[in-house]
């Protein structure tokens, strides 16, 4: 009985589907900035290739951390203010706005 359980749930870990992630490119600005705002941190894709997270404010990344303005591409336009990605201040790039 214990390995019909145990195969069974091994099958359904494997099969299981995989969560796609929001796309900004097949959403429109406004959804993609309204997604942001009542999750406070989302993981969303900017290209097929490309990914990152973007939060409200500062409440959602670690202590020590800064923001930096995130501009990506979406269904509309090509460069929609969603939020902000969370940054290591203490980094050289940081100094220049990089």
């Known amino acids: 009985m214990l390995r019909t359980v145990i195969v069974v749930l091994a099958t359904l870990a494997i099969t299981a589907p995989a969560v ?4 900004t490119y097949r959403m429109t600005c406004a959804k993609a900035q309204a997604l942001v705002a009542r999750q406070g ?4 894709d900017t290209s097929r290739t490309t990914f990152d997270r973007y939060v409200a404010n500062l409440r959602f990344c670690m202590p020590g951390q800064a923001l930096k303005p995130e501009w990506v ?11 902000y ?5 203490d980094r050289d790039w940081y100094r220049w706005g990089f």
């Open 73 to 83: 591409p979406a269904r509309d336009v090509a460069q929609c203010f969603v939020g």
């Open 41 to 44: 941190g989302v993981v969303m």
């Open 85 to 89: 990605t969370c940054i290591d201040p």
């Open 20 to 23: 796609a992630r929001p796309a």
